[in-house]
Each structure stands twice: as structure tokens, then as C-alpha cells.
């Protein structure tokens, strides 16, 4: 029979053939592969001796180290820091620098800056303002923000040549710094601190109503960009969005403050006799003990006291970090100080906050429990937490991230009292900066060109930290979540892999997207164990340097065998969404007489059925109703006979003869490919999932069709029914179809 279906193929193919010869057509222009499992060879970077094809660093990968030493000076009444600071740096590279760039953040801000510029204006949306911002958008002269540049000194004191553009100041050197070589030089400057409430940014001072400030001061140094083998000087300039691309150093660091204020900042403290109390050291030695709880270093009613004086003098706290990417401190004399000890793989580490009244009880009953979660679960996924500390600073609409400190909201109203809401998002934003440490601190990827390498991948974790402090948490970011976003319209979308500073609807496209893309890959695409063990691999392989999205993409697969460009394609490079559906569904059942379909079959390929009588089984659609002659498979004969045939232990391994037949075929409105998730309910109520890859889609990118062999009757088939793959319309996802609501039939009116 084989031989004779072949032979009938083989005619078929034949005769097309000839029949095309004879009625000729217009020739069709050729095509490129536009296939969704196209590999992704032709947007990924060739892999060379500095980043292999694996996604590991190569054996010349190199990146610079940048040292620094620095004196700070904060003036809370003129709220201006003061600077000093010398620079190591150190080229590692295989190149001659001729000049070095220095990033100048806070000129983002300056009189002349032209990011304001920059930004779009119509009064029609905005046709009405009150008093107070009327008065802030239109009187308000612009604040003298911006670093103002004092000196720029070699070693021995000898002017540097030097350039400021905007945001970016050139060191001009003397003469190209050789591989191998470092270059020493000194900068001097200071500059007005914004106030973070009033004038906006990532840092700044918060003034309460008492006169008591709250400092929590980040990108205020001049601070070295990076020099890579991807981008050479990573100097684009600073519009307010993107972040830093730095690089890693040592830093020595004093920071001189209002004697009576607590400071706490990234690295070691050096002076803890000289800045601590007796009573406070005491307290931190037992908090290092505490694995269960935190200890207050400084109680809320000495803070309270502390808050009602301001001292004249000043106190100089001295800090020292190894290998960091950035440099952040807070200080306040309205701080309570708790902390506690956390078992990191049997490395104690110090799980801190510091927050002033104003976020209690909601701080002291989360903040320093959520930072210790938050190590312990991304120690997990990762590798362990490396640094000796991490703080979590309570700030007025604040969230930002620093090495081993970050700024966080989340205030109680004034009585004390607070919503779910503003403890959700308060748990949340600790969460999610205090796993910045891992992403992009550690795992420092180039925050200025890839927002998603950091925030994309750090929201993805924060997912399962969150989830392990309270299953029941509303993280935000799971598939469902950024349906809504995925149905807009196109013009108001952007790919994952775009710039940041141009990137439309930032959060759902930096944030959300690609954590709920990760999440689908873990949860659904790859499973946990498969994703887990080369998301660490991934980790470990780009501790301490800088990994660009190549190197994650060519990881994720080297160290799992799975084939995920079409995962990264679709779900990074394009806006496509997905829209998986029951196109339609054919019930048969068997019978041992000839169908018509059978027939014809038989007739196209010159089959002689009566030659076959009482040999084979058919297949026949339920049209109106059960056909008459339908049976059961073991009421065949022909089957009986065969298992007859059988040995004991053959039968044994059978399983149960399905006597119930559904062909499914699902259709692809949507342009990305996806698993597809199906669950039965049959007529008894029980249930049953069946899992399809999305390689189901490499053949036929609109419609696929699947059988269904059951011993049961199906009562209703659910495409998707935990929302796993971020289905945009759900309403092709249920057989019977469901009947449109009247909310739906509603929509569809307003559509027209």
C-alpha cells in the first residue's frame, strides 16, 4: 500500500508538472525569509576574540577600572555640594587614548540645557493651570543648577586642557595613553542640590515644614564614561531618561555633614568610633547577629529629638568601596536606623534602612524584611550577593538605585495610616531597586543604549522576589499585565531593542515587556530548570562587566540547547503581538464502513476499497449528529483481530483505546508565534492540558491544525486559560464560542 500511494504521489506531482508547462503565468518575484524561526544572524554582532558566539567574554575581552578619591562637603543651609576628587584611570584596552570623557549628569539641569528644549508644548492640554504651577511653568526663573567647574589638574597640579559639551566634559591629554598605562588627574567643582519634591531628578533634598532636609545625593561627581570593545566611548549625551554606562573602580571617599546628621552611603565605614556612639555601635553588633528581625540603631524617638536641634558643627564620615560602578550617600539628622543580618549561602550580609517619621509604621513593619527577601532571592537566581551591605533610604517619590544603597517612596498618610496600594508600591520599588544591585550594578550593562538590560531584567526578577514575600502579590509584570499595552495602536509603539531616549511609552516597553517576556520564557517556553540554570550561567559569565543584549540572547541558548531566536525576534525586535485562536473544530468518530471522504481518497489515488474490506478503520465527521454507524475502537473487528495478534506484554503498553476524535484548527491573527496552550473539559468535568510549541507554527504561519483522541467526549476547549502568553483577544480562545456580552457587543457597536 505504501508503494502504491507513492506511486499515485509521484504521478500527481508528474502531471501538475506538466499542466503548469502548459498554461503558462506571469513568473512570481522571488522573496527574502521572512520565516519567524529565521535565525537571528543577521542583527546579532559578529562573535569575535572579545565576545564569543557561546555569549561568554573572550579570552581579549578588556574593560577599563576607573579609582577615585574625594572629599565631600555638604552646606545644608545653602544647599550646595562641594567637591574634590582625584582620578585614577586605568586603560586596560588594546588602544591609545587620545582624550578621556568625564559624564557631567547634573548639567542635565543647568540654565542651558537643552533638554527642555527638546520636549514637545501644547497648551490644549493643558488649558488650565492653578496658581502654583502657572506660577512654577511661567515666572519662575530657571535655578543656577549644573556643575560649576573649578579646576581640572593633572598630578602635579598643572592645568588640563578640557572641553564641556552639555552633559559631557573631554579631557584633553597631553599625549595618547598607552594599553597598560594609567593617567592621574584631579577635578574641583561644586553645585547647587535640587530639590528633589519641587524641581524633580533622581537625587536631591527633600524640605519638610520643620526646616529639616533630607539628602539623598547620587550622580553628583563627574564621573568617567565607558570605554568598550562594542561602543568605544560611551558619550551620548544625557537627556534625563537613559542612565549611566560606568565603570567599575575603587573609591575612597569622606563626606563632611551637620555634626548631628546619620549617614550611611555605598562601601565600608571606616570611622565608626568617631561617628557612631558608643550605644549606636553596641546596637549595630547585635543587629549583625539578627537574622529574624531588625534592631534599631537609632529609635524613632531619638530621631524625633534630634530633628527638634540643628547643630553648628560638622562631622566627617569616611567610606570605602572595592570594586563598584558608582558612588551614592544619604544624610539626614531626621533618620531611624534599623538593620538586620542576612544569611547569604553562610556570608552574612546587612539588610539597612534609614527613614524619618514620616514612613512609619509602614517602613519599620517592611523596608529592612523586604531588602533581606530581596538579597536572599536574587543570591538565588544569580550568584551570591558579593557586597557587605545593602540600604534602602525612604525618599518622597523617589526610586533609584545605587551600589549597596537606593531611594524609595512610599509615605503613610500624615496619621499613620496607609492603602494596600501605597504598601504594594512601596514593597515593590525595594524591592525592585534593592535588585538593582544585581542588574545593572554588578551585571553592568549599557543603561544609556539598552534600558531593558537593566530594568527589563531587573523587573523580571523582582517578579519572583516579590512573589516569595507574598504569593498573593500584585507584581504588575506578569504576561496579562501588558496585554493592554500590546493592543495600542502601532503609532504609539516601539520595539524592545530601541534607544531609550526615543522609546514611546517608556515603562510597559523598558519595564514591563520584557519581564513578562522573560516570565512567559521561564514559566511556559523553557520551564524553571532550564531557564534558571543558563539565566545563572548568564549572571555569573557578566559579574563586573559589560554585557551587551547579544551576549544574554547567545547565553540564554549556549547553556540551555534551545533555539529561542524566533523568542527574540518576535518579542524584541518587532511590535507584533499575539492573538492565538480555535479557528474550528471537527468532531469523528470510527466506523469499519467505507465514508465518502474515503472514498474519494481512494478514487484519487485509484484504490480499489473492496480489495481492503474487513482491513481497515474510517474515519467519520459528525455532520448532524452521531453517525448511525458509528463505534466504539474495540468494537471494530478489524482492531479486535489485531490485538489479538498481540503478545500480553504489547497490550500492556497500550493505553486506552480512544473512541472520541477532534480535529482543532487554530488560527494566528496575531504576528507572533507562540506555544499553544490548550485545555479540554470533557462531559464528566474533568480536565486535561496539552502544551504545543511554538515550532508548531515553522510550517504554516496562520493556521496549524491538531487531533484530539480522547475516551471521553470534550465539552469545551480553552486556548490559554492562565493568561500565559499574553493573548491580546480572548475571545476567539474558548470552543463552543462564547456569546458576546452585552459589554461586547457594546464595543463593537462604538467600532462601528
Known amino acids: 500500500m505504501k508503494k502504491l500511494a507513492s506511486l499515485a504521489f509521484s504521478f500527481l506531482f508528474i502531471a501538475t508538472a506538466v499542466m503548469a508547462q502548459d498554461a503558462p503565468k506571469k513568473q512570481q518575484k522571488g522573496h527574502t525569509d521572512q520565516n519567524k524561526f529565521r535565525q537571528l544572524k543577521d542583527l546579532l554582532p559578529t562573535p569575535n576574540n572579545r565576545r564569543t558566539a557561546s555569549g561568554a567574554p573572550g ?9 577615585y578619591v574625594m572629599d565631600i562637603v555638604v552646606d545644608e543651609d545653602k544647599n550646595l555640594l562641594t567637591g574634590n576628587e582625584s582620578i585614577t584611570y586605568h586603560n586596560n584596552s588594546k588602544d591609545y587614548l587620545e582624550y578621556l570623557w568625564v559624564q557631567l549628569d547634573q548639567n542635565m539641569r543647568a540654565p542651558d540645557s537643552k533638554t527642555p528644549l527638546a520636549k514637545s508644548e501644547d497648551l490644549g492640554n493643558t488649558a488650565f493651570n492653578g496658581p502654583v504651577t502657572f506660577t512654577k511653568n511661567n515666572l519662575t526663573k530657571s535655578a543656577d543648577f549644573g556643575f560649576k567647574i573649578k579646576e581640572v589638574n593633572n598630578s602635579t597640579g598643572g592645568s588640563l586642557s578640557y572641553t564641556v559639551n552639555r552633559t559631557m566634559m573631554r579631557i584633553n591629554l597631553p599625549q595618547p595613553l ?32 520643620d526646616g529639616n532636609k533630607n539628602f539623598t545625593i547620587a550622580q553628583f561627581f563627574p564621573r568617567l564614561a565607558v570605554y568598550d570593545n562594542v561602543e568605544g566611548w560611551q558619550n551620548m549625551q544625557f537627556w534625563g531618561r537613559s542612565e549611566w554606562a560606568l565603570e567599575f573602580g575603587d573609591y575612597d571617599v569622606k563626606i563632611t555633614v551637620p555634626a548631628d546628621h546619620i549617614v550611611d552611603a555605598t562601601g565600608e565605614l571606616l570611622n565608626e568610633k568617631k561617628v557612631l556612639t558608643k550605644e549606636q555601635r553596641v546596637r549595630f553588633e547585635k543587629a549583625r547577629t539578627s537574622f529574624k528581625d531588625p534592631v534599631f540603631i537609632v529609635t524613632q524617638e531619638e530621631a524625633e529629638k534630634a530633628e527638634k536641634l540643628k547643630s553648628k558643627k560638622s562631622k566627617t564620615w569616611h567610606f570605602n568601596a572595592k570594586n563598584v560602578r558608582d558612588f551614592a550617600f544619604a544624610s539626614s539628622r531626621k533618620y531611624i536606623w534599623d538593620a538586620m543580618a542576612v544569611n547569604i549561602n553562610g556570608k552574612t550580609v546587612m539588610a539597612v534602612s534609614l527613614y524619618p517619621k514620616e514612613g512609619n509604621p509602614l517602613w519599620e513593619e517592611h523596608s529592612t524584611r523586604v531588602v533581606a527577601n530581596t538579597l536572599e532571592e536574587y543570591s538565588k537566581m544569580t550568584f551570591d550577593y558579593p557586597y557587605s551591605k545593602a540600604i534602602s533610604v525612604h525618599a518622597d517619590r523617589q526610586g533609584m538605585e545605587y551600589p549597596m544603597i537606593c531611594f524609595n517612596y512610599g509615605r503613610p498618610q500624615p496619621d499613620g495610616t496607609y492603602s494596600e496600594r501605597t504598601k504594594r508600591g512601596m514593597i515593590g520599588v525595594i524591592t525592585h531597586e534593592v535588585g538593582h544591585n544585581f542588574f545593572p550594578m554588578i551585571v553592568n550593562s549599557d543603561e544609556r543604549q539598552w534600558t531593558w538590560m537593566d530594568e527589563g531584567i531587573n523587573s523580571f526578577v523582582e517578579i519572583l522576589s516579590e512573589l516569595d514575600y507574598d504569593p498573593n502579590f500584585f507584581t504588575g509584570n506578569l504576561p496579562k499585565d501588558i496585554v493592554r499595552y500590546m493592543s495600542m495602536d502601532q503609532d504609539n509603539l516601539s520595539p524592545i531593542m530601541s534607544q531609550g531616549d526615543y522609546v514611546k511609552n517608556f515603562g510597559p516597553n523598558a519595564y514591563t515587556k520584557p519581564a513578562a517576556g522573560l516570565y512567559m520564557l521561564r514559566q511556559t517556553i523553557m520551564g524553571p530548570e532550564l531557564f534558571d540554570y543558563a539565566f545563572r550561567t548568564y549572571s555569573k559569565r557578566w559579574m563586573f562587566k559589560h554585557p551587551s543584549p547579544a551576549d544574554f540572547f547567545r547565553t540564554m541558548e549556549d547553556a540551555s540547547a534551545m533555539d529561542l531566536d524566533w523568542f527574540w525576534r518576535g518579542w524584541f525586535y518587532t511590535t507584533d503581538y499575539n492573538d492565538i485562536g480555535v479557528k ?22 485509484n484504490m480499489n476499497l473492496a480489495d481492503y474490506e474487513g482491513k481497515l478503520v474510517f474515519f467519520e465527521q459528525e455532520k448532524e449528529g452521531v453517525p448511525v454507524d458509528s463505534k466504539k475502537a474495540l468494537e471494530i473487528d478489524v482492531i479486535k483481530n489485531h490485538m489479538a495478534t498481540m503478545t500480553e506484554e504489547q497490550r500492556a503498553a497500550l493505553k486506552e483505546a480512544p473512541n472520541f476524535f477532534y480535529q482543532v484548527t487554530f488560527e494566528k491573527p496575531g504576528g507572533l508565534v507562540m506555544p499553544i496552550i490548550v485545555e479540554l473539559e470533557y462531559v464528566d468535568g474533568s480536565k486535561e492540558r496539552h502544551t504545543f510549541p511554538a515550532q508548531i507554527w515553522m510550517k504554516n504561519d496562520e493556521e496549524v491544525t491538531k487531533v484530539f483522541r480522547t ?16 493573548d491580546i483577544d480572548t475571545s476567539n480562545n474558548s470552543w463552543p464560542k462564547k456569546d458576546d456580552s452585552k459589554f461586547d457587543k457594546f464595543k463593537q457597536k462604538m467600532k462601528g
Not at 577635578?187 to 527633600?206: A, K, M, Q
Not at 466506523?591 to 481512494?602: I, V
Not at 475516551?711 to 499574553?726: F, G, R, Y
Request: charged share 30%; hydrophobic share 30%; no cysteine.
Open 584 to 605: 474550528d473544530v471537527k468532531k469523528f468518530y470510527l466506523t469499519d464502513q467505507p465514508t465518502e471522504a474515503a472514498k474519494q481518497l481512494a478514487k484519487r489515488y
Open 178 to 209: 598607552a594599553p597598560g598605562n594609567t593617567f592621574e588627574f584631579s577635578i574641583r567643582w561644586n553645585y547647587l542640590i535640587n530639590n528633589s519634591v519641587t524641581d524633580g531628578g533622581r537625587s536631591g533634598f527633600e524640605l519638610f515644614p
Open 59 to 67: 579570552y581579549e575581552y578588556t574593560q577599563q577600572k576607573v579609582d
Open 711 to 726: 475516551t471521553k467526549a470534550i465539552k469545551k476547549i480553552t486556548l490559554d486559560p492562565d493568561l500565559e502568553t499574553a
